[in-house]
């Protein structure tokens, strides 16, 4: 009968040192060269891993493109291994600008210009967006470490030179009898990114300010913000950070000497475009202007958009913006219902 750390050869050496009945009974089935591999990210795995990123709306008209432009973030860009802080009040859009970023650099990736500026054609973009809407799923720190090292190794199969080691020494059999802890997640992500091979990773983490604070044992904010600068300052990390928040006092105790971005000095024209967006729209639900589809996200009509409950748009909740523009527009109805009824 196997011991435990035989397992580990049974696994390495493939199928012919494994007895297919005491792999069934031990719940690995059949052992492939990819098992090891395909067992390590399915642990890492869990549900709803994107539901909260998935729910943020994409940016509409030309917002957000500010962001490309804007000097801390062309500097977070080009360093080798940095943390780029984006704060910001509630409702300034930092969702929406954080799935800007993230789809952005998704698309760059597959660039002859990407490849110049990552000094490599290896490279991988993870993300996390922390929720209080979705309970402790979405403000743990767990969670976070199990998302970003999921993409991490589905994109790249050699970075499972760094996870092997710790894999090897946490798993048991049947793969559900345990779980993973952070401390296990820490080693194996500073191993995998702690290597001359390793590819440029690039992490967006949104909503930091929704995650867990004090009251985890385990690990807590402070905690995971010190593991992450830590992180960026490895011998040969390629580790580039976006996080973005409120502006809490202990996140900016720790990273308020990063590289920072106040979305408050930079968006108010977003916040304008889409003012006049959705104005726009209401004025076609009332008939004071025509339809057509220009600035609008997915090609879709204006009519078919609901002007007054925009889906996770953030800035629109700048009230104060917002009042004398729709005052303008209320005082435009009030003229066009006085004068039908004159004609009446």
């Known amino acids: 009968m196997f011991e435990l750390a035989g397992l580990d050869r049974i696994v390495l050496f493939g199928p012919a040192l494994c007895h297919k009945q005491s792999c069934e009974r031990l719940g690995i089935g059949r052992v492939t060269p990819n098992t090891e591999y395909e067992e390590c990210l399915g642990s890492l795995d869990f549900g709803a891993v994107h539901r909260r990123r998935d729910l943020v709306e994409l940016a509409e008209g030309h917002t957000n493109e500010w962001i490309f432009t804007n000097p801390a973030y062309v500097s977070w860009r080009e360093q080798r291994s940095s943390i780029l802080w984006i704060q910001g009040k509630p409702g300034s859009g930092k969702s929406v600008l954080a799935r800007t970023i993230l789809n ?44 970003v090292l999921y993409e991490m190794l589905q994109q790249d199969r050699g970075l499972f030179a760094g996870f092997r080691d710790v894999y090897r020494s946490t798993r048991r059999y049947p793969p559900d009898s345990w779980k993973w802890q952070i401390t296990q997640l820490r080693t194996m992500f500073e191993q995998a990114i702690n290597r001359p091979e390793a590819p440029s990773i690039f992490v967006i983490l949104d909503g930091l300010d929704e995650s867990e604070g004090t009251e985890n044992l385990e690990a807590s904010r402070a905690e995971i913000m010190t593991m992450l600068k830590s992180f960026v300052v490895l011998e040969y ?50 008939g004071l202007d025509d339809v057509h ?3 609008y996200p997915h090609g879709q009509s204006q009519i078919d958009v609901d002007p007054i409950e925009p889906k996770e748009t953030g800035a629109l909740r700048s009230h ?20 039908s009824r004159h004609l009446s």
């Not at 009042?323 to 209320?330: G, I, S, T």
């Open 104 to 147: 952005t650099i998704a698309r760059e990736r597959n660039t002859s210009s990407w490849n110049t500026s990552c000094g490599s054609q290896k490279s991988v973009i993870a993300d996390w967006f922390y929720s209080i809407r979705e309970g402790r799923v979405g403000m743990s720190h767990l969670s976070m470490l199990r998302s």
């Open 237 to 286: 990390s390629r580790l580039n950070i976006v996080v973005l928040s409120r502006p809490h006092q202990d996140i900016q105790a720790k990273f308020g000497h990063c590289s920072t971005i106040v979305m408050q000095e930079y968006n108010a024209a977003d916040i304008e475009e889409l003012i006049r967006l959705r104005l726009r729209l209401l004025k076609v639900k009332l």
């Open 293 to 295: 589809t220009e600035g």
């Open 320 to 339: 104060d913006t917002m009042l004398p523009a729709f005052e303008a527009v209320l005082d435009e109805i009030r003229q066009h219902t006085s004068h």
